[in-house]
Nanobody
Framework: QVQVTESGGGEVQNGGSLRLSCLASVVPTLFVINRMAWYRQAPGKQRELVASITNDGRPTYTASVKGRFIISRDNLDNEKNTMYLQMNSLKRDETAVYYC???????????????WGQGTQVTVSS
């Protein structure tokens, strides 16, 4: 009933660019897709929030990526929303697994769930 699928990771040289995508799909009569966000987790470190975007398109960024990363979202319909993260001027210490997080609201329960994608590896090499 809820699916979250990421794509777009890979290896890029220091200073290069990559674009990540996250598709969230739901049964529209049962669920509402709310905030979508990107997190990352580097080896030996805690998972951290990179950027988020509300369902009306308002973005927020962690300080270290402001001016380099751009988060955007296509609300195609009530069933599918796609979120993107354009990452520019990537740095070696941004090598991590990047995860899509989606907050899914269930109106009949008045409750919001967290759904995570499987993660996509981003490697920034010298």
């Amino acid at each position: 009933q809820v699916q979250v699928t990421e794509s777009g990771g890979g290896e890029v040289q220091n200073g290069g660019s990559l674009r990540l995508s996250c598709l969230a799909s739901v049964v529209p009569t049962l669920f509402v897709i709310n905030r979508m966000a990107w997190y990352r987790q580097a080896p030996g470190k805690q998972r951290e929030l990179v950027a988020s975007i509300t369902n009306d398109g308002r973005p927020t960024y962690t300080a270290s990526v402001k001016g380099r990363f751009i988060i955007s979202r296509d609300n195609l319909d009530n069933e599918k929303n796609t979120m993107y993260l354009q990452m520019n001027s990537l740095k070696r210490d941004e090598t991590a697994v990047y995860y899509c997080n989606v907050k899914i609201y269930k109106p009949d329960l008045n409750y919001e769930y967290d759904y995570w994608g499987q993660g996509t590896q981003v490697t920034v090499s010298s």
